[in-house]
């Protein structure tokens, strides 16, 4: 009897000596591996990209690789140990019980998730189906979003700059209405748990994106009413500026300063527009650039017309054809008001073209001897002699 419990005991050891030289002979392998990984991170790693997003650099790439290599060391080193236990516990008829309960905390979970995934085979073919005829689906429309965008096909009424978005909202469309369909083929699907989750993530969802949702609403709006597109000049809320940015959250400007201003679309919505370009069309006149002056009645009108009409006429970018045009806008009790109007396509140079109609019409009124200065008066009333 004592024989058979020293051959037990040293049958024990050599399996602990066994299993000590397992885990140091994967240590040494994983420290193999590190040192290949440092050889090479230098010349075969590169970036991690996704069409043109880099979404791990090289240095992220090795830093990651190795963290997984770190947790498939630590955890070989406890299944490792996790099954000496239950060996040697199997030597002894003492303690042989435990060895038991110690391989069915493990076999019993692998079993029900074998089993499970077993059962789940049918409605995995299923999610797959349906997700492939939706992937299927979503490539014929972007197909023909790509030719309705390039001009390749035309429909009436429907204009190039909306593929894009009704591509956008279509492809929500349909991969919300994919959630509908694969999710009662879901493990667990009808779960009271599942369902609590799911309702929780909604309720969360809907309260913290009131605002964005707000703005993608008003972005898609904003999209179909075509007031502006990429390049023009407008005017949001007395900032004027060129569009550089549209999508369907905000709208970013370029002023003539080189400063750049973000307006949510809900802002714009909201907001009167003034697009500077739709009049520099290939079928419009063009943009009406005006200044006003004024001048006292003692100066005839006629000269104050001459005069802005040849400063207009000789500012650059302005149009010949139509021609410009002077318009009385007030007759005040010491002065009239004119404004001189004259076209122009170059929408980018607005500000250079007023500064050149301005110094235009300041030359021309020094070389009649006129003087732009008008007469400001006034009135202080006094009461009781204060």
């Known amino acids: 009897m004592e024989l058979n419990i020293y051959l037990r005991l040293l049958i024990a050891f ?3 000596t066994g299993q000590i030289l397992l885990i140091w002979f994967v240590w040494f392998m994983f420290k193999l591996l590190d040192k290949k990984l440092e050889h090479t991170k230098k010349h075969k790693i590169k970036h991690f990209r996704i069409k043109k997003i880099t979404l791990l650099t090289a240095k992220q790439v090795v830093g990651l690789i190795e963290y997984i290599l770190r947790i498939i060391r630590y955890l070989i080193t406890v299944i490792i140990l996790y099954l ?5 516990f ?10 038991y309960a110690l391989i069915n905390y493990v076999l019993n979970p692998l079993r029900d998730i074998g089993i499970g995934i077993l059962h789940f085979i049918p409605n995995l073919i299923k999610i797959i189906i349906i997700i492939t005829i939706i992937r299927l689906a979503l490539k014929a429309l972007r197909f023909f979003s790509r030719r ?8 009436p009424h429907f204009y190039s700059e909306w593929a894009a978005p009704t591509f956008k909202i279509l492809q929500v469309l349909l991969w919300a209405f994919t959630i509908v369909l694969v999710y009662p083929y879901l493990p667990g699907s009808d779960s009271r748990i599942f369902q609590g989750v799911s309702v929780f993530i909604g309720i969360v969802f809907s309260i913290s994106s009131t605002s964005a949702i707000g703005n993608l609403i008003a972005g898609l709006v904003i999209t179909y009413m075509r007031p502006f597109k990429i390049g023009d000049r407008i005017k949001i809320n007395e900032e004027i500026g060129f569009v550089v940015e549209k999508n369907l959250m905000v709208v970013k400007i370029k002023t003539h300063k080189n400063e750049y201003i973000t307006f949510p679309n809900l802002v714009i919505l909201n907001s009167s527009t003034v697009n500077y370009n739709t009049s520099s069309d290939e079928n419009e006149e063009g943009l009406i650039i005006y200044a006003e002056v004024t001048f006292g009645y003692s100066t005839p009108w ?10 207009a006429v000789n500012t650059g970018y302005v149009l010949e054809n139509p021609k410009p045009f002077v318009l009385q806008t007030k007759l005040d009790d010491f002065y009239a008001c004119y404004q001189i109007n004259c076209y122009t396509k170059e929408i980018s140079k607005v500000p250079v073209i007023y500064t050149m109609l301005y110094e235009n019409i300041q030359n021309g009124f020094l ?4 003087d732009m200065t008008s007469a400001h008066y006034r009135v202080i009333a006094k009461i009781d002699g204060k």
Request: aromatic share 2%.
């Open 84 to 88: 000496t236990i239950p060996i040697i």
């Open 367 to 370: 070389e009649k001897g006129l």
């Open 148 to 155: 309705i965008e390039k001009g390749k096909i035309v429909i």
């Open 14 to 16: 050599a399996i602990i």
């Open 90 to 99: 199997s030597l002894f008829p003492a303690t042989r019980h435990h060895s």
């Open 302 to 311: 006629q000269t104050v017309h001459d005069i802005l009409i040849k400063a």
